[in-house]
């Protein structure tokens, strides 16, 4: 049996339920309540790393009874193993997490916090040291013209320059391009991000696309309009549009990266941990610098807990170049202490001193 402190004592999940100040609405549906999970690691020097899995229904179809069970195996399979050689333990979590890339995501998040610990390094250097601050932008969920135009108005309030927008599901394209202009009447020199979550037909893109360019209203970025294996409807998208088109949902794993690549089916890649984990996360940032396609980092309904870890993910490997962490700004708890600082749109890990810096509140 493994010998010294790394070894893995135990890990444990338990439900993490998180209310939300109002309904986070995408093209699949909407959250009222993050249903999340918390992951606690202990080593055998009693060293303790949390982690947060984020499943999300609306999203890929995950949900929180999923990731406990999943999770539940994990920890069965890791017990006794040493924690050091951090890829080939996540490697040896994928079977037993079945799939579940949020539980693969909190199982390895809650690892290399308590090795960070342990060894007294910051998560944002031990990804690479690159930086420690990102511009993030924030989102206006699905809803009216009138909320979209609220939203965007308090975003202007905070600071923050980006502003992204959800679009798709059952309302229309006429729908979306109304809440569009509402955004752009309060906020003209923001630059939008218009995420679509596999939502939006061909059709109705094209519509969106001609309504836009009759507004002069030119969109930063394209995020997943259409279905995630529609890559010849996004080659097209761009090519039609002249914008440039992020990958999403299409873009869980470094082949799939490749794929997009080839096809050339996009200029970014939304990477978020939750997809597949943080092993697999590296491999998709190789994949992109290899194929010469943009960095973006995203998430799911996450709490602070999870969002400080793609920050320091991001900001520690560098080169990203859109930073989609706004979730803890749309959650009426925080259950958490620690984590990023924010000053308008301006994030910072630079404080974090070990791991990545959040803890649970203590009753």
Known sequence: MPTGSTIIRSLDAARLDIPLHVPFGISGGAQAVAHNVLVTLVLEDGTIGYGEAAPLPAYNGETQARVLTALKKIGDAVAGCHGSDWRKLAAHARAPAGGSGSAQAGFEMALLDALTKRDGVPLWRFFGGAGTELEIDMTVTTGSAPEAMAAARDIVRRGIRMIK???????????DLARLVAIHEVAPEAPLIVDGNAGVSRAEARELIAGLKRLGIAPALLEQWLPKDDLAGMRALHEESGWAVAADEAACTAADVRRIAHERAAQVINIKLMKAGL??????VAAARETGLGLMIGGNVESMLAMTTSACFAAGIGGFSYADLDTPLFLAENPFLGGFTLAGGRLSVAHIGRGHGVEPRVA
């Open 279 to 284: 092993a697999e996360a590296f491999d998709i």
């Open 165 to 175: 927008v959800k679009i798709g599901g059952p309302a229309g394209a006429a729908h």
